[in-house]
């Protein structure tokens, strides 16, 4: 067995780690996820800066009318936070986190970290296969056991994201705060996952799924104001009642009129692409209408659009379909 020695410090100031990180130093989080990673000989940094000792990003603070949440909070104290759990506009993110790990895991496991957690794919969590995502020549699960893997998107990995708080967050319109050497830079979620491409990757090899750079560090989600009477949902299908990543999500974040008519919808789904993905036809599916079965029954026709299964994952299909109905069923009368 090799022993794998690195170094660990306790941050004392955003500044300090800025300064430190690069591609041999890592910021950890809860270490739920890096500390994994590294015993199972998939990442070897030499130097670990322990971010949980910053003074600040540990809390919920009110902002533009919406919600600013730190990257540091633990996915624990963020479902318990009284100005997100009262809140009933962000009740597919508390769904979304409460649905994540274990409480054991999400008492250690911080928001950052868990947006920016690596793949459960058992290919890439092999260290003995070479797959594409840690810089092999090929995805094993594109031709081999994709039973879990994605619908959309397309390749060159086929494995989903694993992040059930990051599906919400997309939904609700949510953009993260990044700072690096040069400053803070702000981008909505859509704009900071990125499927991973062939001209993207980092010194180690890793292709990555996010535009962080190996010098920034995410302080804070930001999530803006929504209309008095918008309502957002989180349905979570998975193999085993808990503790289980999702086989697929679907996150629902709309707003009706005053008549019971969509008046604005953003609907994301995870477990079936690389990055949490907006459903763009199911949103325009919705728009405009009233939640009646039939335009409930058109959504989920839409929801599917451009899914292209894998030989052993179609069965996802009809899951999307589903777990987008009892999304919205549950704003309907009957
Ligand atoms: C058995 C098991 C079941 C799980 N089930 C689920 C589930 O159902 N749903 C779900 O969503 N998750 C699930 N997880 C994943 C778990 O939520 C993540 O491991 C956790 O959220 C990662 O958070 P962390 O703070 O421990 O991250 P870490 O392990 O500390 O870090 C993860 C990565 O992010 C980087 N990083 C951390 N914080 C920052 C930051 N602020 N800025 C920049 N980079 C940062 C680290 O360098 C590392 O590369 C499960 C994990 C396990 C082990």
Redo the contacts with the bound molecule.
Sequence with gaps: MTIHRFAHADAASLQEVVAALDETC????????????MKAGLMAPERLVN?KTLPDHHGVRPGDGGWRIG??MT?ADLAADPAVAEAPALASLVEAVL????PQ??T???L???L???PRCWYFRNPEVPCWRKGGRRCFAFRGENKYHTLLGGGPCYAPH?????VALLALGAAVRLSGPAGDRTLALDDFYVTPTRDAQRADGYHPVTV?APD????EVLIPGSAANARSAYVKLMERGV????LVSVAVNLALSDAGQVAAARVALGGVAAVPWRATEAEEALLGGSLTPEAIDRAAEAVVAGTRPLEHNAYKVDQLKAALRQALRRWTAD
Excluded at 99 to 102: L, N, P, V, W
Excluded at 216 to 219: A, C, G, I, N, S
Excluded at 243 to 246: P, S
Aim: proline share 7%; hydrophobic share 50%; charged share 15%.
């Design positions: 890592l910021p950890l989080g809860g270490g739920t996820d890096l500390v994994a990673m971010l990257a540091l996915l649905d994540s790990a274990s895991l999400r250690m496991a911080t950052g970290g868990n920016l957690q690596r694993p992040s059930d708080p990051a962080l920034e560090v995410l302080v503790w289980d990543f999702a």
